[in-house]
């Protein structure tokens, strides 16, 4: 059976073509508005992030919202529609001061290189590390007992520069090793260690009150 249809006219493909054309500029329209939302909430973000950083390079290691909202630009009660959170604000803070420092961590030296050329190398690194980070850290070893996140990675952390100075030094080991046993060089890699930590890096300028190159003449 033929069934009799209405043929399509030219107006009645104008009027679609149209209205297809205003569905795109609607759908346009509303993602261009998405995408600026979240551009400026990203923005307003990073704000409240480097606020906070800043703050606690200053000194201040316990800001208030108020006075990290005043230091962004951001309103205080936007700064919690941004993170859930003190504790929010303050992993995603220290998260990125430790992206900030990655390109400080390489040692400009080799294990085949003269000990007193790895002495500075690695002293040259950590001073830097310690030095422009001092308070970030402070902030990290406060929170950690607390927040475990922040406890596991500074002991991925402590692992990854024990790891790092024992493979620096580790023809200087190996030789303590053949002369006086594996617990003499065991001991000679802890000790190697713990001498460039942050905590005995602060102990030398803060506790005991010596200057840079004080610190890296006791370490060094």
Known sequence: MHVATTPTT???????????????EAADLALGVSDGRRLRR????????????????????DPSAE?????????????????????????????????????LIPVVAAPTDPTD????ALLD????????????????????PFQPA??????????YFRQQVAELFAPEIARVADREGDAAATHLATALHLLCTFESW?????????DVDGARAEIG
Request: proline share 0%; charged share 35%.
């Open 42 to 61: 990203q923005r307003n973000r990073d704000a409240v992030v480097a606020a906070l950083l800043d703050l606690y390079r200053e000194g201040n290691l």
């Open 125 to 144: 690194e950590r001073q830097r590390l310690w030095e422009e980070n001092a308070e970030v850290l402070m902030v990290v070893r406060l929170r950690a």
């Open 150 to 159: 922040l406890a596991e990675s500074m002991a991925t952390s402590r692992q």
């Open 117 to 120: 050329r790895k002495i500075e």
């Open 202 to 210: 602060r102990i030398l300028r803060v506790d005991q009150g010596v």
């Open 67 to 103: 006075e990290v909202a005043h230091r962004s630009g951001v309103s205080a009660r936007s700064v919690f529609r941004y993170f859930d959170d003190v504790r929010d604000l303050a992993r995603a803070a220290l998260e990125q001061a430790m992206f900030d420092v990655a390109h």
């Open 10 to 24: 030219t107006n009645d493909r104008a009027a679609t073509a149209e209205r297809d054309h205003l569905d795109r």
